[in-house]
């Protein structure tokens, strides 16, 4: 395979990012764009890259010969019917997480990518943090001996739309669930319970959805570990995105990026700049990376960073966690089947 | 009232602490030591520094009329007496936490000091120390808004004796304790229930007597706010003490005190020292404190700092939380006179 | 002007740098390049960007018609009769520093350019760097009051080649100038006065060549403000690159920027990786912004961010530095002309 | 030795602080106190802390026969008359820096000490520091080599009275010189050549007194090391004491200590309070070490930690400062003798 031909499927924000981070990969070449509400305006934007085809129509993208994978960045609720799609069209397959809201569809998607014999990989972006995948750099390695707590601490800059909150899954499905891929990540060991409680304190239209916007969630490994996880939908000094690993030999943390490190001293006290402001700023170059190990992986014939199962695994705690904190009750993944 | 006479009961570590900080004070004299195990070295001892007194009997050294107020430092199972003894003669009390390990105790001897009419501080220490009395000055002046989120991190450099764990009470009654009655502090709110999971990672002796070395708590607050509490009896790095309050203004947050701010770059990386090596190093002043405290109360008739109902409040979480581990579901502290 | 075409001279590691981000601006398209040893290795190099043409004389390249502007890359002896040609041939020019090694020979350039009404920009990246554009905007908005001191640290990772150490010019004109430019950059003020020494510590090779590879500069500025500056040829704990200005009113200090935020504690200690290696890695980003900035003002008709005055005074203050290290006295600015 | 009898002369603020560390040492005991100004707050002061003798007289002090050492804490013009009426009585030695502004005049006071055979101890300090105490063993364990600079940073939050200006000796001597003394004790290596410059950028009344507020110093080590000191009399976010080495192998920095570790973050930054206001609150632990050791080192007989030479070199450097300063020319202090 010499020069990846992409075509991309959702032309919000994130299929835009991915696009250009593509553009810059000599080895991948985006063909075609597709969105719901293609119109002048993303013409002239593939205009202006050099993406000769837009379309309305997915089906038209995956149908293509010239396509050799598809970046599927639409909405949540069309993710398990495109991969089909694109599996059974033999595309290699780029999906933003999470795959669905549905473990059996999830499954379903895995099974047909599985079938086609194509690749799939997921939109985890924080993997390719610098600081994350340095702290599974520093675990894997040993350096810090077994693991015996991983501390995740996710807060974001504000609230999302209320538009959005209507559709998000919740708050264990749509943001935490980032929080559940990175506990398997840096632990290296499977989740198998979780307690999760929240409660809404930023803004009362959480509630309206049945949702919460402070939530709290433990972590059982099945290597023993226990873990925590916390998130709010609103740090007003901007996005928090920290991860601790304490072991038997030592721990290691990161914490947020900054703009700069200036410290600036007065009478007043001292201070510095707020974090990157959202995961935008903070994992600009992290979505470089993913989508560069996607193309080189595929040019090269290599295993994907995330695949299918990393999808299907953090919806089953993210699941699960909904569960805990709708029954009040701590929750095993491997009760998961009856409680569906 | 002028100088405040002393008698210190239990002169082992934590009593002599006490007493050479009390002899740093003009207002009080510690005229009175007593230990079961007092013998010539403990009276050399007490000879250096005056004290002119040194008995086996407690309660001999609380029939002394000369005595205004007794430090008890003696071990947990002999504190319900001895406050009891102590408040029937009219003693003012400072007494090392947890007062004991049954709520019912606890309560008699709460109820003892009222109706003697004494004063009783409670030896949570941590409250005195520099960082934490910040983070509550932060939260109290409303700086960070309304509390959403509490997160404790607290680890032992190593786990104590066999012989200490077997009648410690537990982790959560003996270590985590402190940070029960942190959360209350930092937060100003009562905790309402708990979910306590642990497991034993550093040293199976642990688990022979049916304790653990590695714990997280969360916390669900009146105020609606949550918490998190992590321990682990060994941090190999050093003692390990680190408060967060986040909420709807921002966050504040403390980290470790070093032995110095040297940081040596070599050509393998940047390291520092380790933080101050355990309790004795960390908590040196707020030990002065909390003394300075008492005495300077007394003599002004102010009410002191930590009273009894706080020894009760943290002894309430904590047996909530030896209750929800046990019983692996989160526990309300209104279930507690049920359960037990 | 609506995409303004350029030509590279010099297709050593900088010039590519330049190019390859000159690739990723709309607005400009990098049309030809000339090196004296093109081949067929730079041929193949500039195929895969699209490049055109591939040159070994630079004045051909000059005399294009379809270039704007010339972003002069070579070596620091070609620079002023390129600069020259490249005037006369109406042509914008962004030219590495130094301009020369002369005063003479630089005002000489600067004269062409102001004759031909060209635009000329010179490549003291640093100040496109995030942490030192955030110590200039501090400074600039008064936050710290009235400039009092200015403190720059410079160290390389290690010392050049012989070969190159040898037509440096000298620590002075060839490391420090960046300091001296940055100096005038933060402070806001212009160098009146510099006393430098220096010493031969890392390697006797900078000996051989009447070199240092360690020295200390102290300024006077004309705003009254003292400055100190220190290079080392050698910091093995990687580049080191620290500016702090202090004020009437405070101070801002900006420190090294690490490849990650990781924090490892072990029973060793705290430590956390070393800083960004060397230039390419610290000034990725601000290379991106020097050239973004030179298309945007030319684009737009403004004046460029950095001037051949800039030039200019940086070379003026490094070659009264030289002066004051080999006279062992403080040297002014003023006295340049009788002292050359 | 058994107890070391101490009388204190000069009971200003630091007499005072002398005195309060030293009664808390069981094998020291502050027998008399004296001072110009006695009276009887000076009396009641002494009463409260059991020191029974109080006289205006320091002749007398001197004269008792049940001392065996003095802490000279008077203005800096009685040292040497003091040190060599102790000398001479055969009292071991603690007194304040510096000990005169006259070179001459301190030999005269070493030689009667060792013609005595009594011991001296200087009043550094900063020695004593934790921080300065762990650069200086980073360095002497050779962690990072070889000595090449040694940046030292001093500024007092706010300038003192115009009172003491007028006979401080200025900054070079009255400041600065602790900061002589560091680079000595950092560096291991004596000082051979200093340039001194200097403004008045804080306060005209400096100017009045031919004096000023704001001083980088750049020096030369006998091992050919660099070093640089800057001052300012007001540093308006408070006392800023920071020493850095870099050397051959790495470096060692240290930063300022802070009243606690809270970093509180809101929409407007992140925050933290400032340094230990002064040198009190800084260099408290340092007091009681040094007063520690002077008794520990005379009960056993061993060497004292600051010896009158170090008294004298830091002199020496202080005043070859001041000559380069109003001399505009970096001085040798071989030059010493000719220049004075």
Redesign the interface.
């Known amino acids: 395979m010499n020069q990846i031909k992409i075509g991309i499927i959702g032309a919000g924000r994130i299929g835009k990012i991915h696009a250009d981070n593509l553009l810059?990969l000599?080895q991948a070449k985006v063909v075609a764009v597709s969105d719901l509400f293609a119109g002048p305006e993303l013409e002239a934007w593939a205009a202006?890259r050099g993406i000769g085809t837009v379309l309305t129509d997915s089906a038209e993208l995956i149908a293509r010969p010239d396509i050799d994978a598809v970046f599927i960045c639409s909405s949540t609720d069309t993710h398990v019917p495109l991969i089909k799609q694109a599996a059974k069209a033999g595309k290699h397959i780029f999906c933003e997480k999470p795959v669905s809201m549905s473990i059996a569809q999830t499954e379903e998607a895995l099974e047909a990518v599985r079938e086609a014999g194509v690749k799939l990989q997921i939109g985890f972006n924080r993997r390719f943090d610098?600081?994350f995948?340095?702290?599974r750099e520093?675990v894997g390695e040993g350096?810090?001996g077994?693991t015996?707590?991983v501390?995740i601490?996710s807060?974001d800059p504000g609230p999302p739309p209320a538009d959005y909150i209507k559709v998000s899954g919740g708050i264990f499905m749509d943001m935490m669930i980032h929080d559940f891929d990175m506990a398997r990540f840096v632990s290296g060991s499977e989740v198998e319970e979780v307690?999760a409680?929240?409660?809404v304190?930023?803004d009362p239209v959480f509630a309206e959805h049945g949702d919460v916007d402070?939530?709290?969630v433990?972590l059982?490994f099945a290597n023993?570990?226990?873990?925590?996880i916390?998130n709010?939908r609103?740090?007003?000094?901007?996005y928090?995105q920290r991860v601790e690993v304490?072991g038997?030999?030592?721990?290691?943390?990161?914490?947020?990026?900054h703009?700069?490190?200036?410290?600036?001293?007065?009478?007043?006290?001292?201070?510095?700049?707020?974090p990157l402001h959202f995961f935008l700023e903070r994992y600009q170059a992290a979505y470089v990376e993913e989508t560069q190990l996607f193309i080189d992986c595929l040019a090269q014939g290599k295993p994907l960073p995330v695949e299918g199962n990393d999808a299907l695994q953090a919806e089953r705690i993210a699941l699960a966690a909904k569960l805990s904190s709708r029954l009040?009750?701590?929750v095993k993944l491997s009760e998961l089947p009856e409680l569906l």
């Open positions: 810059r000599p202006e610098h600081n995948k340095r702290v520093i350096a810090i077994e015996h707590i501390k601490t807060r307690y409680q929240g409660n304190l930023v402070t939530a709290i433990t059982r023993g570990a226990l873990g925590v916390d709010s609103q740090a007003v000094y901007g928090d304490f038997s030999k030592g721990s290691v943390a990161v914490t947020n990026d703009p700069n490190t200036a410290e600036i001293s007065t009478s007043e006290g001292i201070r510095k700049d707020k009040r009750r701590p």
